[in-house]
């Protein structure tokens, strides 16, 4: 039936009335016309969201504190300077050589260089044997108490850039380190009671 635009009642009304489905005195259910437009996309995101979340991921990272150590008698500038990163000893069955290490040197924000893991220390140490190994003491707040976990990387022999300008490497340079350990599933991660589900092989 074509609406009138001249008539006083809706299209939904003539024909509930024509059709012998109205009740006196009760009013009459309407639904809008875009519900039924919209109701069928509202399920389509939801269901998207579902898929998403059950076969989505998320990248896992773990951080720590690194310093910078000079080769035996090596001045500033010179190369062979390595990074050494201290990550928190649960991560150490995690680690692997040619992960990407990102690190950032304290107090210069654009300094980032991300290198590969190029070794590791077998096992988890304690803080003294950290020291003892690097020559370098660490103020309680700046490393793991539960134990270390100790990975290497090369640094570059040309140094960094910070401010616009070109630094070179100093032994005892403190900095932050990222590393990327995989990914793992987004379902999961939001609802760890689900991870039985899905196995521990997602990263």
Known sequence: ????????????ALEAHAAGQELPGSPLRISPRWVAYVFPLLMAA??????????????DFGQGRAVVVLPQGGESGSSGARVVALFPGHLRPLL?????????VDGFRDSV????????????????????RLGVDFADSEVPVE????????LPA???EATGESLTWHHGLRGRVHIS??????????????????????R
């Not at 039936?1 to 939904?12: I, K, V």
């Open 46 to 59: 939801l269901l998207s969201l579902g898929l998403v979340a059950a076969w989505g991921s998320v990248g």
């Open 147 to 154: 134990g270390i976990a100790v990975v290497y990387g090369e």
């Open 1 to 12: 039936m074509a609406e009138d635009p001249r008539s006083l009642f809706r299209r939904q």
């Open 96 to 104: 692997k050589e040619g992960m990407p290490l990102r690190f950032e």
């Open 181 to 202: 350990l995989g990914e793992r599933r987004l379902l999961p991660t939001l609802l760890p009671g689900l991870q039985p589900l899905f196995g521990d092989d997602e």
């Open 158 to 160: 040309e140094g960094f």
């Open 113 to 132: 260089k991300t290198v590969p893991v190029a070794q590791l220390e077998e096992g988890v140490l304690s803080v003294a044997q950290v020291e003892e």
